[in-house]
């Protein structure tokens, strides 16, 4: 199983960016989705989950109305789409798939590597 998270980036506060995640080797329409981030000495936070139908979860609500997930399960890919993005915005965002629905990283079952996004002021 692979998972390949792009699109990372220096944008200036204020700004998007789209981040996608391609999966392979796993039945990407049975899983559940997830965008995580993790700033310098903090811990992994959950951003968002898609379930296999394309309902979502939040689990934080400084990113509900400016983050976006969604998912193509015909190209097996997951999308993070982060409009006005901010300074403390700023970290490593990996994607995940799990079986169940879940904020916990320890629930997810395979991770991406990872793609650093930083928003300068």
């Known amino acids: 199983v692979q998972l390949q998270a792009s699109g990372g980036g220096l944008v200036q506060a204020g700004g998007s960016l789209r981040l996608s995640c391609a999966a392979s080797?796993?039945?990407?329409?049975?899983?559940?989705m997830g965008w995580f981030r993790q700033a310098p000495g903090k811990e992994r936070e959950s951003v968002v989950v898609i379930n296999r139908s394309g309902g979502t979860t939040y689990f934080s609500d400084s990113m509900k109305g400016r983050f976006t997930i969604s998912r193509d399960n015909a190209k097996n890919t997951v999308y993070l789409q982060m409009n006005s993005l901010k300074p403390e915005d700023t970290a490593v965002y990996y994607c995940?798939?799990?079986?169940?629905?879940?904020?916990?990283?320890?629930?997810?079952?395979?991770w991406g590597q990872g793609t650093q996004v930083t928003v300068s002021s």
């Open positions: 995940a798939a799990g079986r169940i629905l879940s904020g916990r990283s320890d629930r997810y079952d395979y």
């Open positions: 080797g796993l039945t990407f329409s049975s899983y559940y």
